[in-house]
């Protein structure tokens, strides 16, 4: 089946850590993106990728760090420059090139928990 | 930045009867979205209405758009209690087509 994996579901993160979130897809999208959602709250973007080996930051981009190395594959890092980085991750792709519809897949996110 | 604001953040009712949502935007944009969570979990897309469009259907699902007001509803008819979730507009604007901005959501809640 096609869609979005992120892992770990869970992950505890004590302070001063970089933690690596993956973000893998099999639907031959090209764009990527990351967003946060903090309790209650709607989703900042924080980096997004229209294509290998390139992106660009979101709203949100300090203390957190990404890269394209692979179509499939957008790992994020959240680095100790992130001040308050206890959230939840979620992960989207979209097909196409930047006309037209701009609907994302998304993947069942990443909560992070600093210890 | 917030794009989008929804009203209300929360709406509670009763199974069998309509919820309408909605979400107004600040600037221009190419086409709004809709988007439903469940608790815990990814987003799924819904509905898409273009800036050219006044209102679009999908099964129980109606969405409306008046650009000049800059908002948007969405209305879930004969709601059921597997519609709890929050939902989300989220619009893409006519500049920095690449990037989906989303609105804070409503909590929907379905009471048997």
């Known amino acids: 089946d096609g869609g979005i994996t992120q892992s770990p579901k869970y992950l505890f993160r004590k302070e001063g850590q970089n933690v690596t979130l993956s973000c893998e897809q099999n639907l031959n999208h090209d764009a990527m993106y990351w967003y946060r959602q903090d309790p209650g709250q709607g989703l900042r973007l924080i980096y997004y990728s229209q294509i290998v080996n390139d992106f660009q930051k979101g709203d949100i981009a300090e203390g957190y760090s990404v890269s394209r190395e692979k179509k499939e594959s957008f790992p994020l890092t959240v680095t100790s420059a992130q001040k308050n980085p206890t959230a939840f991750y979620l992960c989207?792709?979209?097909?196409?090139?930047?006309?037209?519809?701009?609907?994302?897949?998304f993947g069942a996110g990443s909560r992070l928990t600093v210890l | 930045s917030q794009q989008g604001e929804e009203d209300p953040q929360a709406l509670s009712i009763q199974e069998g009867e309509n919820a309408t949502m909605n979400c107004s935007y600040k600037?221009?944009?190419?086409?709004l979205q809709w988007y439903r969570q469940n608790s815990g979990r990814g987003l799924v897309h819904l509905i898409l209405i273009r800036s050219n469009e006044r209102e679009k259907h999908s099964g129980r699902l109606r969405v409306t758009l008046d650009t000049s007001k800059k908002s948007s509803s969405l209305l879930i008819t004969a709601s059921r209690a597997a519609d709890t979730a929050s939902y989300f507009c989220?619009?893409?604007?006519?500049?920095?087509?690449?990037?989906?901005?989303f609105g804070q959501g409503t909590r929907l809640t379905i009471n048997p």
């Open positions: 600037t221009s944009i190419n086409n």
């Open positions: 989220a619009t893409t604007l006519i500049q920095g087509a690449q990037k989906l901005v």
């Open positions: 989207a792709s979209r097909w196409g090139a930047a006309s037209g519809a701009n609907v994302l897949t």
